[in-house]
């Protein structure tokens, strides 16, 4: 089963939220429309019985996707019903020249945007045949009812509602090319930067090899002038410092080759426990913070958040993001690191804030591009290879804008074991 990705979580959010609201209007519009009838017109016309069981029908509709998960099969027969409402409604108004024939063209448009291409085409192929079939076989015609063109008001109402709903919808269908667009752009600078991120992660891996054999050889020597000093306190004192901090350097090295993963692992998109991920961050930069005097803190608001399956990729992302915030809290009085963990959406949701200064924001838009950096001696890589490697695992990185503290956020979808 292919997992899903944050924005097609997203869309189907949006797209499930558009549907009640959109079932809630038209709920709302036809039962004004039927109360007006009955409070302004002299004689009530039996097209207006349409409406209110139409009205009917939508709010059991909009209860029923309110309180289930999925959205799109009670959307599909709604959609497939309004045929129903508009030929009955069409025949009875006029036929052909009724203003609610304009209702035709727009239920595919509203189905093309919140359906899958399938069902789209069942509705447009739905559409034509009840085009063809409201003039051919008008219902007046087969029960004997009267005809009653729409007064003047209700065309302009129609044809009003007609074209408020399809511009919103072209300009919507227009914010979807420019978010298309933006995409692209960052697809073409992650192209620049994951050739980096392989030559980092086999950069990474080499040091701790080579770094393994010293220590291997400070670790036994320790040991042996240990058994040869056994009287001597001093000795016995130095030694054992040795091999704390060779011990120490051992768990450090650990910690960047489980971080550490090659261009194979990231395609088999290996995954652990948010514990473990996180320790080994933890090792490779609680002691600069315990150093520098930099409150660490960690709020975890998911419940058994160790259920869920987390790239193992996160640790390099969480690694870089700490990083550059303890540089940005160095220079400030109050120092201080935040990380607190959420769910949105079937979401996981990190923020990593710092009490440093807040980003420029000329410099907001460019911290992600491949290259650039305001430091000297850095290489300007670290948050595009972040990004690009949270795109790649279909997540994603931001630099949130609305914020009191410099916040990094940090999203994937959720995976359990």
């Known amino acids: 089963m292919q997992e899903k990705s944050i924005d097609s979580i997203r869309e189907y959010a949006w797209k499930r939220r558009a549907t009640i609201l959109g079932l809630s209007t ?26 209110i069981c139409t009205t009917i029908v939508l709010i059991c509709q909009l209860i029923y996707v309110k309180k289930a998960r999925y959205y ?9 019903f309004a045929f129903i409402f508009i030929y009955a409604r069409a025949s009875m108004t006029g ?9 035709y063209p727009v239920v595919p448009i509203i189905s093309s945007f919140l359906l899958p291409r399938n069902k789209t085409i069942i509705i447009g192929i739905c559409s034509v045949i009840f085009i063809v079939f409201t003039s051919q076989f008008s219902l007046v015609h087969d029960l004997n009812l009267p005809a009653t063109p729409l007064q003047d008001y209700s065309r302009v109402l129609v044809y009003i509602s007609v074209t408020f709903i399809c511009t919103v919808f072209c300009l919507f269908h227009e ?6 667009r933006a995409k692209l752009e960052e697809q073409r600078l992650s192209i ?3 050739a980096r991120n392989t030559e980092l992660g086999e950069l990474a891996a080499g ?3 080579e770094i393994n054999n010293p220590l291997a050889v400070i670790k036994v020597k320790s040991k042996k002038i240990k058994a040869l000093n056994s009287e001597n306190k001093e000795v016995l004192d130095s030694s054992e410092k040795i091999s704390a901090m060779a011990e120490r350097i051992n768990k450090i090295v650990k910690s960047m080759k489980n971080l550490s993963k090659n261009q194979e692992s990231q395609e088999k998109n290996n995954k652990e426990n948010f514990e473990y991920i996180f320790d080994n961050v933890l090792t490779l930069c609680e002691t600069k913070m315990k150093y520098s005097n930099i409150q660490f803190q960690l709020i975890n608001n998911v419940k058994n958040l160790d259920k869920y399956r987390i790239p193992i990729q996160l640790g390099h992302v969480l690694l870089n993001i700490i990083n550059n ?5 160095l220079i400030e009085e109050t120092k201080w690191i935040k990380i607190s963990i959420n769910t949105v959406d079937e979401l996981l949701e990190i923020k990593v804030s710092n009490s440093g200064k807040l980003i420029d924001e000329d410099k907001r838009e460019k911290i992600f591009n491949p290259f650039y950096s305001d430091k000297d001696n850095r290489t300007g890589l670290g948050l595009s290879i972040s990004k690009n490697n949270l795109s790649t695992l279909g997540g994603e990185l931001k630099l949130l804008s609305d914020t009191e503290f410099t916040t990094f956020s940090i999203t994937l979808p959720l995976k359990e074991h």
């Open 26 to 51: 038209a709920s709302a519009v036809l039962l004004l429309r039927f109360l007006s009838e009955l409070i302004f017109s002299t004689h009530f016309d039996k097209s207006n019985y349409i409406i």
């Open 72 to 80: 799109e099969t009670s959307l599909f027969y709604t959609l497939l």
């Open 95 to 103: 036929g052909l020249t009724s203003p609610a024939m304009a209702w």
């Open 175 to 180: 914010d979807q090319r420019k978010k298309m």
């Open 192 to 194: 620049l930067s994951s």
């Open 207 to 209: 040091i701790a090899h």
């Open 325 to 329: 915030a303890y540089d940005a809290v």
